[in-house]
């Protein structure tokens, strides 16, 4: 098989399974169009029974709400209460199921810390480059230690 019927043939497929996929897409529309006013009616019927469960029980969503709001303010008080006991007594345990955990973060000048590791610690400095602003540099390719890769892949527009 020459070149020139090779290509004809891949074209001949290419265009087959477009139209294929054109007809897919058209399908998949029509019945969306037909299935989209259930699920409208649907929604409506899920927001009028979530209504009228809301309006049944509206004392005893009421009493929740409240009941919630409770155990926030409990929940705050004894976290309140563990730290102020941990800072009067040094102790990190309370029981079994209360302890306080001290946690320990470091507040430094930033420059300071690069300039101080610049001389001390070299290998702890992380120098990288902007990659998107190096790539945008029109001489970037023609650099020597810069290969440049192609890579292919298909578009396909809505059919």
Known sequence: MDTGTKTQTLSDGIIRVKERLAVARQNVAEMEAILQPKRDELKAKIEALEAQFRAENAELLEVGEQLQESITEADTALREGLIGWHKTTGEKTFDKELSVRVNTKLKYDEDKAVEWATFNAPVL??????????????MAADLDFVSVEKTVSAVVKSL
């Open 125 to 138: 400095i992380n120098r990288t480059v902007d990659r998107k602003a190096f790539e945008a540099m029109p």
